[in-house]
């Protein structure tokens, strides 16, 4: 389906960016309840880490056979699954009784939207031929998920306030049947059929591999938060996710069909886009699991007016995902991201200021920046990744930054809410370390994203460039 036949045709984007919508904000719309949360289940720091990477892990875990999936079998068909799955899981969470029942729960949503997000990709690839179509189909994407980002923690504070926070799991029920319900009427079955080779098979050592080592990191520093770094459990994990990752990169180099190719990676557009991907997310989620905790714990706000107070960072997301769109579009990935990553990392920075006592008014501008930091920088990095990937190798690739950004973001909660668990005492220095080291992860993406070079491939809004790398 051309952007050129009859005007653009947004019936399937629509379809597709209901699921896409209901998976992101569901990643930032339970921050806000988290305190709320931990009073009623009797949860430490700790265990709420647990409700967002339990997500958010298994997330990470599943893309890149998600990916492999799609290829295999068909985008449609595995997006339909993964709606599914979520709609079931959410109504899960909505009916939790305790803390590992709803972390439980989490973890099957993971798995949904694991199926769901590379193949949405995939499914945009195939019904929009037109690449000038296709670059404004992946931007309008790329938007919706910059607003339901910056509407999740608002939308959580006015569900928790209003209904009670059951409802901000309830809400994805009737988001997913809509989806659901319009992916089965707009989207063709043939839109990305399955590109796999007969012969290949999923990756299983690979996944195994993969998936230990992400779950011994993350549970290694969540542990670190409450036990200390020198804990022998907190070793171990560690220990065994160096030793999961090697046995993850000889696997890799090795089998038939990888889960992860290397040969993705002799492309060093899609490279610098993937770490860029993992070390935006690293910050911004992190960041926000502490910010959120610091307005509610420290500052004593309620969940909306955490909501409200968060409406610096997260209000300007769409706009910059559209402005970012458009940037890429004209004039390529690169400029687009080092502006996003830098001036997310000058936010971060300056959010160190943050004290129990200090005017509201003064955190506005870094919350401004570090949310526009990561809108601007993410259709960017997305744009590089689709027109970088090998010929029906979309649902990978895509896969792969997916990956890369919610191995990102799990490390990132893990990582920077540890150092906040000591208590409330310890809280302000360790909301410092926490925005030191969610900048310099922002500063080192402005870096890599200076090697992707100039007027590339990946240059989605021009065709005669695109066309090239074909």
Known sequence: MSGGETGFPWRPLIAISFGWFMVIVDATIVNVALPRLGREFGASVSGL??????????FAGLLLSAGWLGDRFGGLRVFQSGLALFVLASAACGFATGLDALVGARVV???????????????LQGSYGDRRARARAIGVWAMVGGFASGAGPLLGGVLTAALGWRWIFFVNVPVGLAGTLLTARWVRAGAAGAAGRAGDRLDVPGQVTGAVALLSLTAAMVRAG????GDPLVVGGFALFAAATAVFAVTEARVRAPMLPPSLFRDRELTAATAVGGLMNLGFY????VLTLYFQQVRGYSPLET????LPQTGVIAFGSWLGGRATARGGPR????AGM??????????????PSIPYAALVAPMAATGFGISFTMPAATAAVVEGAPPGRTGIASGTLNAARQVGGAVGIALLGAFIAGGAAHFTAGLRTAMLVAGAAYALGALLALS????????AGRPDMAESRH
């Open 342 to 355: 830098a001036a997310g990392a000058a936010g971060f920075l300056a959010l160190t200021i943050a004290t």
């Open 286 to 289: 992190g960041q926000l699991f």
């Open 335 to 338: 400029l687009p991201m080092v």
């Open 307 to 310: 909501g409200l107070a968060l």
């Open 109 to 123: 949503q993971g798995v949904g939207a694991a199926l769901l997000v590379p193949s949405s990709l995939a499914l």
């Open 452 to 459: 992707v070079p100039r007027g590339v491939r990946g240059d």
């Open 226 to 229: 409450r036990s200390g770094w």
């Open 49 to 58: 880490q647990w409700v967002v990477d339990g997500y958010t892990v298994v």
